[in-house]
Structure formats: structure tokens, C-alpha cells
């Protein structure tokens, strides 16, 4: 009820909630942050970072990096909160789930409750997608059954992914938006995206503990995750709806699985792998856009033979650290071609030097163009700028999540990032999991993912 402060309960308390999640509240008188769930070894950190907020500990066994799949979440990921009456479901508003990996039944459990929930990307995931082609189609049902309950109990499910807040993919979506509109007013047959082309690399230290799980720390889930998810978004700028996604993956991708399929380490997840894959999105029959998605995942608990560096051999010490992340450079890359008169261009290199033992701050050098000669422009115009402020705003999302419940009448349609318009991204995000899964196990069949009812046009572009 507007008026009053809204009560928030935050699972998981980790880096990503820190940077993320707490600014957005102490940014916003109307919130309240009334108990944080995390593991019971993290009780002291937590105790340190907000002392003024309770603690509600979990075992550490229920530190699971993978959703089962078990929608009795209670006996199984948060087994002892409901015998604490402070978060009885009439006393919490909403809750943001920051837990690190498995969030599936974190968000069942909270929506069953009857509250409202921002959740970090991932969704869900599968145990085993990365082997399993059906493993890999549960990201979907799994999907499914969350936004169906959140739409039949009239609650805010929102995803906490920040790249859509950014002013650059904000101005590639206007001038998307701007060139269709003048090609389809000179020929209605034009101002559609025939083609993208989006590559990210990674160099990344990561220890060599706590990565056993089979799809948890890969590229292709994480950035990866971001590409799809935007990319899709982007497309939406310009067409109402597609038909299905036809998902090919590459032979590098499937020399990669092979590789690790001979090669069990600890410390070695299966989805740390160079994926290549092409999405053809399709309206009936008919082509409507090619989509070349490269991945590159350079990590350091590989061994020396493939990445030049030490081999794997249990924690790095100190020194070894401190080169790792001093020499850790993010990548990404971006080509969209809409009709034969119009393409972006962005590039984005991060050279980052904000872990512990390193100079605070990132180097940024980004890179963005757009070449225009559809009607209504000069033709060959050229607009080009080199070192961009590029913002990832991590905190926007649950700054708006925050804004719009305390309303008196919280609307998903009135978000950034409602879940439903995540629903295609979703679905060929399972799809390229699916097709590496048949590839590991030796099918090199292309994989289809229906699209139909799940291509929303986006419900805030500005």
C-alpha cells in the first residue's frame, strides 16, 4: 500500500547482490531490507557488510550451484525459514534472489508465498543440460511454470539484466527502430535484420574449487546468457513476431566437447568451451535473419597445454593471482545488418583491474557505428566514436523493480525487463544447450525451438 515501506527479503548475499542489488536500497526510502538468507559460513561476513540487518542462515549443503528440478523447495533449498515468523508470507512485500547458481526453486518458493520477485539471469537451470537434450528442454517448462504462476497470482517477476539499461544498446534499438521505419515506408518488403554477428572472449580467473557442476561458470552461460538475451531484444525492435529458431552447432564447438569429453578434471566445468553456433529465425518457412554467436572462454584452471599458461594444479598463489586478473581482458563484438542500407558496428574491450590485490577501477575502450543510406538520410553518412562511456548499470534493474512495487497497482508491462519478454532469449538459450548435448553424445542434427506465443514486442524501449 503506498505509504508505508515496501519489506524485502534478499536470498543470497554475495558480490553481485553487494554491487548490485544494495544500492538500489539505499537509494530508495520506500524499501526496506528486513533479512538477508545466505549460508551459515557467510553469517560474519554478512554480519559485517549490513549489521543492521537480520541473518537467516541455511546449511551449506544447500549451496547447490544447479536447480533440481524439485518444486518442494522448502525441504529442499530453504528448509528452516518457515518455522521463523519474521518471514511468514504476510510479512514480506517482495524478495530478490541473488543466490549463486541455482535461482528455479528459490523464485518457485517465493512466488508460492505471494510475493514479488527480481531474480538474477539466469531464469533457471537444468543439472546436466550440456549432456541431456531433454535436461536442456526443462529450461523451458521450468520457465514456463515460473510466469505462469506469477501472471495467475498478478505479481512482478522481473529479471535483474542490466545490459538493456545501457545507453549504448539503447541507441543501437532507436536507430534500428529509425532505419526500418524509413526503408518499409519506401518498400514494405525491407527494415527487417537479415543478419547478426556477435563474438565475446574472456579471459578469466576463476579458483579451482567449487566448479564441478556440469553447465555452472561457462561462457556460454554467462556472457552468453547477456549476447542472446539482447540480441533477441534488439530484433524485437523491428518485427512483431517470429516463427521458431533452427540452431546449428559448429564442429569447433563439437571438437571442444570431445576434448572434455577425454579430459575429466576438477575444476573443469563441461560448458567452458569455444562455442560457435548459427540461429536462423524463422516466419514460416521463409529466412528471416541469421544469427553467428562465437563464445571464447579463456579460463586458468585449464591446463598449460591449452592455454599456454600453468597447468592446473590446485589454488594459485598470491603472485600468480595477481597476473592472472591483471591480464584478464573482456571483448565483445557486434555486427547488425538491417536491409543492404544499414549497419552497427560496436566493439568493447574491458581490461579489468578490479579484483582483490589490483588497482580499483576498469579500463574501458568501446567503439560504436552506424552506417546509413536508407531514404531520408545523405547517403554513406558515417557516424563513429571511440572511447564511448560504456555503462553496465548493474543497480538499474532493481531500482526499478523497487520503484514499481510500491505502487498501488505494481504492471510488469511498465518494467524494463518483465520475465514474460525474456520468454524468446529463454527458449534459444535452451536451444543451444540442446544442440550441444546431442553433439556431445554424437547427433549433429540441427535443433528447432518453437517461438510462436513467445515473441513479445518489447514494452519499454526508451
Known amino acids: 500500500m503506498t505509504g508505508s515501506k515496501k519489506r524485502i527479503l534478499l536470498i543470497g548475499g554475495g558480490d553481485y547482490a553487494q554491487s548490485a542489488h544494495w544500492p538500489a536500497f539505499a537509494n530508495n526510502p520506500h524499501a526496506e531490507l528486513v533479512g538477508i ?6 553469517k560474519t561476513r554478512i554480519g559485517r557488510l549490513w549489521p543492521d540487518v537480520s541473518f537467516h542462515g541455511v546449511p551449506d549443503e544447500c ?11 522448502s525441504s529442499v533449498a530453504i528448509p528452516d525459514l518457515e518455522k521463523r515468523p519474521e518471514l511468514a508470507p504476510d510479512k514480506i512485500d517482495g524478495a530478490i534472489v541473488s543466490t549463486y547458481g541455482a535461482h528455479y526453486e528459490y523464485v518457485l518458493w517465493a512466488l508460492e508465498r505471494g510475493w514479488h520477485v527480481l531474480v538474477d539471469k539466469p531464469l533457471t537451470t537444468s543439472p546436466g543440460m550440456v549432456t541431456d537434450a531433454d535436461q536442456a528442454r526443462r529450461l523451458i517448462q521450468h520457465f514456463d511454470r515460473l510466469t505462469e504462476l506469477a501472471r495467475d497470482k498478478g505479481l512482478l517477476l ?19 527502430r529509425d532505419a526500418a521505419k524509413w526503408m518499409k515506408s519506401s518498400d514494405p518488403s525491407r527494415g ?16 579451482s574449487w567449487g566448479y564441478r557442476f556440469g553447465a555452472f561458470g561457462g561462457k556460454v552461460k554467462n556472457t552468453g546468457y547477456h549476447v542472446v538475451d ?41 560448458s567452458e568451451l569455444y562455442a560457435s ?10 529466412s528471416y535473419c541469421v ?57 568493447r574491450v574491458a581490461k579489468v583491474l578490479d579484483k582483490p ?52 497497482k505494481p504492471s510488469s508491462a511498465a518494467m524494463r525487463s518483465p520475465v514474460e519478454d525474456h520468454a524468446a532469449a529463454v527458449s534459444v538459450f535452451s536451444g543451444i544447450y540442446q544442440g550441444i548435448a546431442l553433439a556431445r553424445n554424437g547427433s549433429f542434427e540441427p535443433v528447432t525451438v518453437d517461438l510462436r506465443g513467445k515473441w513479445f514486442p518489447p514494452t519499454t524501449t526508451s
Open 291 to 347: 544469427f553467428q554467436f562465437h563464445a571464447q572462454h579463456e579460463n586458468f584452471a585449464l591446463s598449460a597445454e591449452h592455454t599456454g599458461r600453468r597447468p592446473h594444479l590446485g589454488a594459485l598463489n598470491d603472485e600468480e593471482t595477481l597476473r592472472a586478473f591483471q591480464n584478464r581482458t573482456k571483448e565483445e563484438e557486434l555486427r547488425i545488418a538491417l536491409g543492404p542500407f544499414f549497419r552497427v558496428y560496436f566493439r
Open 158 to 176: 522481473s529479471l535483474a539484466t542490466q545490459r538493456r539499461f545501457s545507453s549504448i544498446y539503447l541507441e543501437i534499438a532507436r536507430e534500428l
Open 192 to 207: 527487417h535484420v537479415r543478419s547478426v554477428q556477435a563474438f565475446t572472449s574472456d579471459g578469466y580467473f576463476k579458483p
Open 37 to 42: 538468507v545466505d549460508l551459515n559460513s557467510q
Open 230 to 270: 539482447i540480441v533477441t531484444w534488439l530484433l524485437r525492435q523491428v518485427t512483431q513476431g517470429i516463427d521458431s529458431a533452427v540452431i546449428q552447432v559448429s564442429p569447433l564447438c563439437i571438437d571442444g566437447l570431445a576434448r572434455l569429453a577425454r579430459e575429466e578434471r576438477p575444476g573443469l566445468s563441461p
Open 63 to 73: 549451496n547447490g550451484r544447479e536447480d533440481t528440478g524439485n518444486e518442494h523447495t
Open 357 to 408: 590485490g589490483c588497482e580499483s577501477g576498469a579500463k574501458l575502450n568501446s567503439y560504436l557505428e552506424f552506417s546509413r543510406s536508407y531514404p531520408g538520410v545523405e547517403p554513406g553518412r558515417v557516424f563513429q566514436a571511440q572511447t564511448l562511456p560504456y555503462d553496465d548499470p548493474d543497480w538499474a534493474p532493481a531500482d526499478e523493480f523497487l520503484r514499481e512495487l510500491f505502487k498501488d
Open 277 to 286: 553456433v548459427q540461429i536462423t529465425f524463422m516466419i514460416g518457412n521463409a
